[in-house]
């Protein structure tokens, strides 16, 4: 799938930060440069998924439900008015994650020229949307997984793996 807007956005985050604020100062500048009758949909994925989906619908306004999903971990889940919010295992897929990523793909597939797409993705994405390539399976990814986590690498060389093997997670940002 190849996404072709107008304009596409991107913003990650730290887990775990205190404040909103870097991310409120960033959402106020793209909408300053979003057009008022443009299409927005907002994907945020991570740990903080729920906190940055409830600043981003602060800032722009309202949007159709269907055009906001947020993907977090069940320890974070929430309910958030005006946005579909999905649960999904960390730090091992599951199958919940791949419905999810599912579903934000779909999402994805959805906007047509001129969306503007709104990613937000903080720590834990590569878990939250275990999206495989063409070729592994969800289990062939728990399995690199689980030997991953168990290994000595350093969590951002695992993520490199992860990354590797799915077209979502912090891989979303190639298809923008």
């Not at 959402?27 to 907002?42: G, H, P, T, Y």
């Not at 439900?65 to 091992?92: K, N, W, Y």
């Not at 994805?108 to 399976?137: E, F, K, N, Q, R």
């Not at 290994?151 to 793996?161: G, P, T, Y």
């Amino acid at each position: 799938m190849q996404l072709n807007k107008s304009y596409s956005s991107l913003y990650t985050a730290e887990s775990g930060s205190e404040t909103p604020l870097p991310l409120a100062v960033e959402l106020e500048k793209l909408k300053s440069k979003a057009c008022i009758d443009q299409r927005s949909v907002f994907i945020a994925v991570g740990h903080d998924a729920c906190q940055m989906i409830e600043v981003a619908l602060g800032i722009f306004g309202k949007v159709s439900p269907e055009d906001a999903i947020a993907v977090t971990s069940h320890d974070r889940f929430r309910m958030i008015d005006g946005c579909q919010v999905l649960a999904a295992s960390h730090p091992i897929p599951n199958s919940e994650g791949l419905n999810a990523a599912e579903r934000v793909s779909d999402k994805l597939d959805s906007c047509g020229v001129g969306t503007h797409v709104v990613a937000l993705i903080s720590d834990g994405a590569s878990a939250l949307l275990p999206s495989p390539v063409a070729g592994i399976t969800l289990g062939d990814k728990i399995e690199v997984n689980d030997l991953l986590l168990n290994s000595k690498l350093e969590i951002h060389q695992v993520n490199i793996v992860r990354q590797s093997l799915s077209t979502l997670g912090s891989g979303l940002i190639t298809r923008i």
